[in-house]
Nanobody, 124 residues
Framework: QLQLVESGGGLVQPGGSLRLSCTASRSTLTYYAIGWFRQAPGKEREGVSCISSYGGSTKYADSVKGRFTISRDNAKNTVYLQMNSLKPEDTAVYYC?????????????????WGQGTQVTVSS
């Protein structure tokens, strides 16, 4: 059973930055595509970004293109989401998820393993 743990959330002012991390404590993430999703209160969960198992393919939601960057360091068994130029509408609980495929999409149904989430709040 793959267990994912997110970290790095917090409170940041508009225009600020945060870096989220996703790691697995007992298993390797190497063979999984990893996605980041978010869910704001009263809204459906949406795909933010994903990265292939080998790191060569990435996808972004239109709402975060040019501001967020996904990356992975398989040696550290960690996937990152660098979030810059944050806006109040980025406020949500952010989840990382893993799919046993080489290249994933932003569709949540493809991902079998999920972390507990980390809160990101963008507010002045």
């Amino acid at each position: 059973q793959l267990q994912l743990v997110e970290s790095g959330g917090g409170l940041v002012q508009p225009g600020g930055s945060l870096r989220l991390s996703c790691t697995a404590s007992r298993s390797t993430l190497t063979y999984y595509a990893i996605g980041w999703f978010r869910q704001a209160p009263g809204k459906e969960r949406e795909g933010v970004s994903c990265i292939s198992s080998y790191g060569g393919s990435t996808k972004y939601a239109d709402s975060v293109k040019g501001r967020f960057t996904i990356s992975r360091d398989n040696a550290k068994n960690t996937v990152y989401l660098q979030m810059n130029s944050l806006k109040p509408e980025d406020t949500a609980v952010y989840y990382c998820a893993a799919a046993a495929v080489l290249v994933g999409t932003l569709n949540s149904y493809e991902y079998a393993y999920w972390g507990q989430g980390t809160q990101v709040t963008v507010s002045s």
